[in-house]
């Protein structure tokens, strides 16, 4: 069984910045992909950004050049920096991890970028 807990969420003005963690327990060697989704008011949930255990990443085009995913093995931890926030980035945010067939889900943080 893998746990995910996400924090870090929060309010912030247009322009500004957080960070998210997601630490992640359990059986979780090998892990496919980790990453970070999000579900915004009336939206479908979306793929943000997401790592493999090989480091290789990829990001949705509206957040390109502005969200940084990472992670640190030691800690079994995998962060998304979020700058130049936008209102449009206004959603819970979930932390995912595919491994072994299976996705697994935190239980969401939210974010609100207020203009």
């Known amino acids: 069984q893998v746990q995910l807990v996400e924090s870090g969420g929060g309010l912030v003005q247009a322009g500004g910045s957080l960070r998210l963690s997601c630490a992640a327990s359990?059986?979780?060697?090998?892990?496919?992909?980790m990453g970070w989704y999000r579900q915004g008011p009336g939206k479908q949930r979306e793929l943000v950004a997401r790592i493999t255990s090989g480091g290789f990443t990829n990001y949705a085009d509206s957040v390109k050049g502005r969200f940084t995913i990472s992670r640190d093995n030691a800690k079994n931890t995998v962060y998304l920096q979020m700058n130049s926030l936008k209102p449009e980035d206004t959603a819970v945010y979930y932390c995912?991890?595919?491994?072994?067939?299976?996705?697994?889900w935190g239980q969401g943080t939210q974010v609100t970028v207020s203009s």
């Open positions: 359990g059986s979780i060697f090998s892990f496919n992909f």
């Open positions: 995912n991890m595919f491994i072994r067939g299976n996705n697994y």
